[in-house]
C-alpha cells in the first residue's frame, strides 16, 4: 500500500520508502497524539529519531535491537516532544539536536544534554543523507524544521508544530510571536520550495506546500 501519513496512537506505523531514505511516522500519546519520524539512509543502515515525543516502548522497537540511531532532533522546547528522549538516548547513546535557543530547557525539562546546537542553514546528517535545518520562530524561540532535498524527487520537510495542514503553529495570541513566525514560514519555506513538498507535522496528518499555498493570506489575516 502506499504512504499516505494517516497514522494514529497505538496503531501501526505507515512507511515511506524513498530512493535513498526510508521513513517510518508513528503517532504516541492518545491524549498528544504526537507524530515521531525515524529516518534510515537506505545505503548505510544509519537512523535518525526526529522528536522522542513519548512512549519509548513504542519508538525502541521501531529503531530495532541492533541500535544504529545516531541522533535524536528535537525539533522544540515543549514539553510533549521529548518526554521519550531520556530513555531513547539511554538505550542507543544517541546524539542530541536541537536549535540553540531551545536546547536549555530541553535538557532541563529531560536531564539530557544537548550534544550539538543548531540553527538557519546547518545540516545534519543521517548516513548519507543530509538534512538542513530550517529556524522557524515563533512557536518557540528555537523551533526547527528539517529538509530533506531528495535527489530523486521532491523536497521532504519536517515541520514540528511551526507549520501544519491548515496554519502554522500556536503562539498564543501574541502578535510578535505570531508575525515572525508567518514571516520565517513565508520566506524560508513558501518562497523558497515547490508545490510538490510534501511537510510532515508535529501532530496530524501530512500535507504539501502547493494545498496549503493559497491559504497564506487567510492565516495572516487570522493570526493566532
Known sequence: MSYTGEVTPG???????????????????????????????????????????????????L????????????THQHWDHHRALADVVAVTGAATVAGEPDAAAITDATGVP????????DT??????????????????????????DP????HLFTGDSLFPGGVGNTQKDEARFTQLI??????????????????PGHGDDSTLGAERPHLA????RGW
Open 218 to 221: 487567510e492565516w495572516r489575516e
Open 183 to 200: 514571516d520565517d514560514v513565508e520566506e524560508r519555506i513558501f518562497q523558497r520550495l515547490p508545490d510538490s513538498t510534501w511537510f510532515y
Open 124 to 149: 545534519v546528517a543521517v548516513g548519507e543523507c543530509v538534512l538542513e535545518v530550517i529556524a522557524l520562530r515563533g512557536h518557540t524561540p528555537g523551533s526547527i524544521a528539517l529538509l530533506y532535498s
Open 152 to 155: 530523486h524527487g521532491t523536497p
Open 11 to 61: 496503531g501501526a506505523p505507515d512507511v515511506r520508502e524513498l530512493a535513498d531514505l526510508t521513513i517510518t511516522k508513528v503517532a504516541v500519546d492518545e491524549r498528544m497524539a504526537n507524530n515521531c519520524y525515524l529516518l534510515r539512509c537506505r545505503a548505510t543502515g544509519e537512523q535518525l529519531l526526529v522528536d522522542a515525543a513519548a512512549q519509548a516502548a513504542t519508538l525502541l522497537p
Open 63 to 74: 529503531i530495532g535491537a541492533g541500535g544504529g540511531l545516531s541522533t535524536v532532533v528535537t
Open 114 to 121: 544537548i550534544t550539538r546546537t543548531v540553527g538557519q542553514g
